[in-house]
């Protein structure tokens, strides 16, 4: 499975952004996806997931309320919405997939997959 992520930009304080994560197979729908972040001189950071069955969802305490992990199966896509975007969340984002979920979703040595990065740029 090869993971395409795209959907990053450079915005202002407060806008909004869509990044997508799109699979070259359909068995994409039965993995557990999720959202990374690395900025300059910072080790990659988890940001959110989602789960390969029930869909359940976990985020880092700094983005809950603004950002929105989901998937559309039809569409071989995972969606990170993104609001209320803050200069700190500037970063290469990159989304990683694994066939089942792991009670370690945090850490990013436990996904096999990962896409390429998009840049996320927030300017105050």
């Known amino acids: 499975v090869q993971l395409q992520a795209s959907g990053g930009g450079l915005v202002q304080a407060g806008a909004s952004l869509r990044l997508s994560c799109t699979a070259s197979e359909r068995t994409f729908s039965n993995y557990a996806v999720g959202w990374f972040r690395q900025a300059p001189g910072k080790e990659r950071e988890f940001v959110a997931a989602i789960r390969e069955r029930n869909g359940a969802t976990r985020y880092l305490d700094s983005v809950k309320g603004r950002f929105t992990i989901t998937r559309d199966r039809a569409k071989n896509t995972v969606y990170l919405d993104m609001s209320s975007l803050k200069p700190e969340d500037t970063a290469l984002y990159y989304c990683?997939?694994?066939?089942?979920?792991?009670?370690?979703?945090?850490?990013?040595?436990?996904?096999?997959?990962w896409g390429q990065g998009t840049q996320v740029t927030v300017s105050s």
């Open positions: 990683a997939a694994r066939a089942y979920w792991t009670v370690k979703y945090y850490s990013p040595i436990e996904w096999h997959l």
